[in-house]
């Protein structure tokens, strides 16, 4: 099995902040590496697949990177819309989720 | 448009199967590339990864509940049902299914089903 872990798990920040969250897998995964972002009763948002390709529509405030076993999601200059929990998940093996990074607001 | 829509029980007992369909519209399961996936949060937890299928019937499960998932497509109803048996109370969760697109994330999700396992 492969773990995916993230850090920090849980966040404070303030509007127009910029936030990294990092993911380490427990093997090489190259770049079978996607990001959710999860609101409170609603449906997972794909962000970005593959590391670093944003989802259409996604604003290009986030950026995804990394390869191998560690990677990154940032977001710069945070909107109010974008706390929320984020997840990162492999899908070079299966599939795996971390277990989430909760933004909130300071 | 791309819709997925997840049904089966609210409520199930200790021991008994559980049996959830998903159906799509807006693609097709035999498209190359293209797959189907369950994923489930229970309360206050995390995502998790359950099974997926893919267009050419490639099969996949989470190695902690492998023994007791199983996932199968039907292409001319456009809907992808999971079982999973041996239910236990800490199966109590909210159940999604989502597309696999090309880059294997999940695009496209389902609204999601809660289920509770209780006597």
């Known amino acids: 099995d492969i773990q995916m872990t993230q850090s920090p798990s849980s966040l404070s920040a303030s509007v127009g902040d910029s936030v990294t969250i990092t993911c380490r897998a427990s093997?090489?995964?190259?770049?079978?590496l996607n990001w959710y972002q999860h609101k409170t009763g609603k449906a997972p948002k794909l962000l970005i697949c593959?590391?670093?390709s944003l989802q259409s529509g996604v604003p290009s405030r986030f950026s995804g990177g990394g390869s191998g076993t560690h990677f990154t999601l940032t977001i710069s200059s945070l909107q109010p819309e974008d706390f929320a929990t984020y997840y990162c998940?492999?899908?070079?093996?299966?599939?795996?989720f971390g277990q989430g990074t909760k933004l909130e607001i300071k | 448009q791309i819709t997925l829509k997840e049904s089966g029980p609210t409520l199930v007992k200790p021991t008994q199967t559980l049996t959830l369909t998903c159906s799509f519209s807006g693609f097709s399961l035999s498209t190359i590339e293209v797959g189907v996936g369950w994923i489930r949060q229970p309360p206050g937890k995390a995502l998790e990864w359950l099974a997926l299928i893919y267009w050419d019937d490639d099969k996949r499960y989470s190695p902690s509940l492998k023994s007791r998932l199983t996932i199968a497509k039907d292409t001319s109803k456009s809907q992808v049902v999971l079982t999973m048996t041996n239910m236990d109370p800490v199966d109590t969760a909210t159940y999604y299914c989502?597309?696999?697109?090309?880059?294997?994330?999940?695009?496209?999700w389902g609204q999601g089903t809660t289920v509770t396992v209780s006597s």
């Open positions: 989502a597309r696999i697109t090309a880059c294997l994330g999940m695009d496209f």
């Open positions: 593959a590391a670093s």
């Open positions: 093997q090489t995964i190259g770049i079978y």
């Open positions: 998940q492999q899908s070079y093996s299966a599939y795996s």
